[in-house]
C-alpha cells in the first residue's frame, strides 16, 4: 500500500499536466496481434477517463501480409515500401477494415472488474485523411500506395471536443474516390504535426531505442537522431525514431517510442518522472541552471537527507533564501536532482565549493561533473584564481577531479577563521 500511495503522489503532477491535451497514439498491426493489446487497451481507457483527448492509429502490415499469403500472392516492396497493386489493394481493405471493427469493439467492451467498467467510451473514424499517390520512383510504380495529404483537423478536434476517442486507420482517400494505402506511421506523424498535438506516442516491439551496447536511450533532440538512423540501417526501430523526429521538426514538443510489449509501458513513460522508453524532445529534458528562489523547497528535498547523516552541513530554509544565488541546479522534469553552491571568500582571490549534492536515484549520470564544470566557469567568471572544497566522505571524487590534498593554513584567513575542528573536513584545493 505505500508503494502505491507513493506511486500515486509522484504521478498526480503528470495527471494534471496531461489533462486536456492531445495526444496522438500510434499501434502497429504487430502490437494489434500481441497478447498485450487488451492492456494497451485498457491503458487507452484509462488515460481517455484522466481527460487526455486520444487519436489512436492503427496499422496492418503483419495482417496484410495473412491475407497475400491465403491468396497465393506475392508481396512486393521497393525500398521498404509495400507496392499495392489492385490484388494486394482489396487484401489492404479486408485487412483494415476488420482491424477496425475489432478495435472499436475492443474499445467498446464494459467488462465488470476491469478498467473497462463503466467506461461507455465512444469511438469516432471515417474518412479524415486525403491521401494522394505516391506514383512512379526510379521506374517502379507504386501503385495504390500513397502518402497522406491532408489531415481533417478540424473534423478531427470537433469529434476530440465531443470526447470521442478518433481512430484513424491506414487508409486515405482522394477528392477523386480513390483508395490508398498508407503507411501507419505517415498517418501519425501527419496527424500529431496537422492537429498541433502536445505527444506522439509510438509503440515499438522494443522498450525504446536501443544503442550499440544494448542499453535503452532513455532522451534524444531531434539533430542526434541521423547518427542512430545510420547506425540502425533499415529496420523498424529506425522508422520509429525517424517518424518522432520529423513530428518534432513538425512542432510536436514531444514523442515517445515504447514497447507494446510491455504491460504498462505507456503509462510508465507518461507517468513517470524517467519514463520507460525513448523521448524525442526539442527543449531540453534536464538542465543545468542557475538557482532561483522558488528552488528553495526543491534544495530542501534534495539536502536534508545528507545533513541528516553528516555528509553537509546543516541549512535552514533561512540560510538557504538568503544564499540562493550561490547555488547551481539540476533540474529534471520540474523537479531539483542535483545542486551545487559558489561562495566567493573575502578579501582574496579563491571560492569555496559547497553543498554539492546528486539525489540517489540519478548517481552515476555524470551530474557531479555538469555541476563542478558549471561552478568552476562560474569561478573564472568572477576572476578567482583558486577553487577550494571542505568534504568529510568524498575526497577520492575530488581527488579524481584534480584537487590536491590543502590544509586549514592554505585556507585565505577569513574562511580558515570558520573552520569547524570538530567536523575535521579534510580540505583540497584546484587551481582555476
Not at 499501434?27 to 493489446?37: I, T
Not at 485487412?95 to 472488474?113: C, K, N, P, T
Not at 476491469?114 to 469516432?124: D, E, H, I
Not at 546543516?314 to 547551481?328: N, P, T, W
Amino acid at each position: 500500500m505505500p508503494e502505491y500511495v507513493n506511486w500515486l503522489r509522484h504521478a498526480s503532477p503528470y495527471i494534471n499536466a496531461h489533462r486536456d491535451c492531445t495526444f496522438v497514439v500510434m499501434l502497429p498491426g504487430d502490437g494489434v496481434e500481441h497478447p498485450n493489446f487488451g492492456n494497451i487497451v485498457h491503458d487507452l481507457v484509462l488515460l481517455h477517463s484522466l481527460g487526455v483527448r486520444l487519436v489512436l492509429v492503427h496499422g496492418s502490415r503483419p495482417q496484410i501480409e495473412t491475407r497475400l499469403a491465403a491468396r497465393g500472392l506475392t508481396p512486393h516492396y521497393h525500398h521498404g515500401m509495400r507496392i499495392t497493386d489492385a490484388a494486394t489493394l482489396e487484401c489492404v481493405i479486408d485487412a483494415v477494415g476488420q482491424l477496425r471493427i475489432a478495435i472499436e469493439a475492443r474499445l467498446s467492451m464494459d467488462m465488470a472488474s476491469s478498467p473497462m467498467q463503466g467506461s461507455r467510451l465512444r469511438v469516432a473514424s471515417g474518412n479524415l485523411v486525403t491521401a494522394r499517390p505516391i506514383g512512379v520512383l526510379e521506374g517502379v510504380d507504386y501503385h495504390h500506395t500513397g502518402e497522406v495529404r491532408r489531415v481533417d483537423r478540424k473534423g478531427i478536434n470537433r469529434l476530440l471536443d465531443e470526447r470521442s476517442i478518433v481512430l484513424l486507420s491506414p487508409l486515405g482517400y482522394s477528392p477523386t474516390g480513390e483508395i490508398f494505402n498508407l503507411a501507419c506511421e505517415d498517418v501519425a506523424t501527419r496527424a500529431a504535426i496537422d492537429l498541433g498535438a502536445d505527444k506522439l506516442l509510438l509503440f515499438g516491439a522494443d522498450l525504446g531505442l536501443i544503442d550499440e551496447h544494448g542499453r535503452l536511450v532513455r532522451e534524444l533532440r531531434p539533430q542526434q537522431v541521423p547518427a542512430h538512423l545510420q547506425r540502425l540501417g533499415s529496420n523498424y526501430q529506425a522508422e520509429l525514431l525517424d517518424a518522432a523526429a520529423d513530428a518534432c521538426r513538425g512542432g510536436v514538443a514531444r514523442s515517445h517510442i515504447v514497447s507494446y510489449a510491455e504491460d504498462g509501458a505507456l503509462l510508465t513513460e507518461l507517468f513517470t518522472r524517467d519514463g520507460g522508453g525513448t523521448l524525442v524532445a526539442q527543449e531540453q529534458f534536464e538542465v543545468v541552471r542557475e538557482a532561483a528562489i522558488e528552488d528553495v523547497g526543491g534544495l530542501l528535498d534534495l539536502i536534508s537527507p545528507l545533513e541528516e547523516q553528516g555528509i553537509l552541513v546543516r541549512r535552514s530554509r533561512e540560510v538557504l533564501e538568503r544564499e540562493i544565488e550561490q547555488f547551481s541546479v539540476v533540474e529534471r522534469e520540474g523537479m531539483i536532482i542535483a545542486c551545487a553552491a559558489l561562495y566567493q571568500i573575502a578579501d582574496s582571490d579563491a571560492g569555496e565549493l559547497a553543498c554539492l549534492a546528486v539525489n540517489p536515484e540519478y548517481r552515476h549520470g555524470g551530474r557531479g561533473d555538469e555541476l563542478l564544470e558549471r561552478i568552476e566557469d562560474r569561478a573564472r567568471a568572477q576572476g578567482l584564481k583558486t577553487l577550494f572544497v571542505l568534504t568529510t566522505r568524498t575526497a577520492h571524487w575530488f581527488r579524481e577531479r584534480g584537487f590536491e590534498p590543502s590544509s586549514v593554513d592554505r585556507l585565505p584567513s577569513a574562511r580558515a577563521s570558520l573552520y569547524n575542528y570538530q567536523r575535521n573536513s579534510k580540505i583540497f584545493e584546484k587551481a582555476l
